[in-house]
């Protein structure tokens, strides 16, 4: 049997809840599971960011983190607008679609969690799976922000398949998205 730290550094995550180290260490029982945290996270190669969320050093993944706070979840609004070009504005936080509105600050990093209905969060159209952690596409973080934003100001909309958008709409049962996409599919037409 491998033991609890090269199961731990044989992992590609560098983020772990202790959901994740209950499972990649085979623990069952909970107060093994709270004592092995303990002492690693005192001894050892594992950094407590938020309560039950660990590190395995400092060079962890930002946007793991975000995802990993609260599942499901996935990195979205202006973090990938802005990523794509659709937006100008630089923010040092990261925006995440979640179960719920709150926001964090661990490390000096501020992450951002903007509540969706579960029909849409649950939703895996637009969304791509990076390994460790989940983006939506430029085209479904523009239907998020006007889904919450109804009258935010994009910079630059030349990037996004529009048909895509058309199609992604669909998800949120929402008529009055469908209208303002309209809206801003005209304007940007001209």
Known sequence: MKRPLVKLYASPKTVLT???LAILWNE???NNLKTKISYYTKHGPLIRLLRGVFAKDKNYDLKELATGIYRPSYISFETVLRGAGIIFQHYDTIFV???WTKTFVVDNHKITFRRLKPAILYNPAGIEN???????TPERAFLDMLYLFPDYYFDNLNSLDWNKCFELA?????KQ???RLHKYHKKHAQ
Do not use: F, M, V
């Not at 990076?130 to 939506?136: C, K, N, V």
């Not at 669909?170 to 929402?174: A, E, M, S, T, W």
């Open 18 to 20: 202790g959901g994740d």
């Open 28 to 30: 069952t029982n909970p």
């Open 97 to 99: 679609a979640g179960p």
């Open 130 to 136: 990076r390994g460790s952690y989940a983006i939506a």
């Open 170 to 174: 669909r998800i949120y049962d929402n």
């Open 177 to 179: 998205l469908i209208i």
